[in-house]
């Protein structure tokens, strides 16, 4: 039984290889996918509470200045002459 070349050995064989590549394939994949999610769910969490994720405040992600500091903005002109022709 040095060399086996049975039908039944080179099935058995071909079958094992195929179980091999179809189960690492599906470990790849879930994997990159639990990868994927955990990244999104830690930014997710990051924007939602970066009190928790090494922010500083609230509103420290956001970036712009406040109506309150830098005034409403005005229009220059009226609205019915923005929309003529």
Same mark, same amino acid.
């Given at each position: 039984?040095?060399?086996? %070349?049975?039908? *039944? ?5 071909? $079958?094992?290889? *195929?179980?091999? !590549?179809?189960? +690492?394939? @599906?470990?790849?994949?879930?994997? +990159? ?15 939602? $509470?970066? @009190?928790? $994720?090494?922010?500083?405040? %609230? =509103? #420290? =992600?956001?970036?712009? %200045? #406040?109506?309150?500091? #830098?005034?409403?903005?005005?229009? %220059?002109?009226? !609205?019915? #002459?923005?929309?003529? +022709?």
């Amino acid at each position: 039984m040095n060399n086996p %070349s049975g039908a *039944f050995v080179q099935g058995a064989a071909a $079958y094992g290889r *195929f179980l091999e !590549v179809f189960i +690492d394939g @599906h470990w790849w994949v879930v994997g +990159d996918a639990l990868e994927n999610i955990g990244k999104t769910t830690k930014r997710l969490g990051a924007n939602a $509470y970066p @009190h928790l $994720y090494g922010g500083a405040g %609230s =509103g #420290s =992600g956001l970036r712009g %200045s #406040s109506p309150v500091a #830098s005034g409403f903005a005005t229009p %220059s002109k009226e !609205v019915k #002459s923005r929309f003529k +022709d």
